[in-house]
């Protein structure tokens, strides 16, 4: 399975972006999918996932600003993101939850004050 993030771009504080990620090789219907970013810096964090059954779960900073869903036919899975802030700049990447396939270059997400 390969996964490739796409979406991402430069957007003023308090904009709305849409990142994409796309499945090649295999369904993701069965497993957990998550969405991390890693900030200049700082570690790679897990900000975002869905189950298999379809529930969500945020990490605090992120919660009530981004929306993670699936495709019905979940080769695709998206992060809805509004009201970006400055410190939301981060390259963003998508992975199972834990992480289990290789890291695809993931796609970059900044956000000017």
């Known amino acids: 399975v390969q996964l490739q993030a796409s979406g991402g771009g430069l957007v003023q504080a308090g904009g709305s972006l849409r990142l994409s990620c796309a499945a090649s090789?295999?369904?993701?219907?069965?497993?957990?999918m998550a969405w991390y970013r890693q900030a200049p810096g700082k570690q790679r964090e897990l900000i975002a996932s869905?189950?298999?059954?379809?529930?969500?779960d945020y990490t605090d900073s992120v919660k009530d600003r981004f929306t993670i869903s699936r495709d019905k036919a979940r080769k695709t899975f998206f992060l809805h993101m509004n009201s970006l802030k400055p410190e939301d700049t981060a390259v963003y990447y998508c992975?199972?939850?834990?992480?289990?396939?290789?890291w695809g270059q993931g796609t970059q997400v900044t956000v000017s004050s």
């Open positions: 090789g295999s369904r993701l219907s069965v497993f957990t």
């Open positions: 992975n199972t939850k834990p992480a289990g396939i290789t």
């Open positions: 869905i189950s298999r059954l379809g529930n969500t």
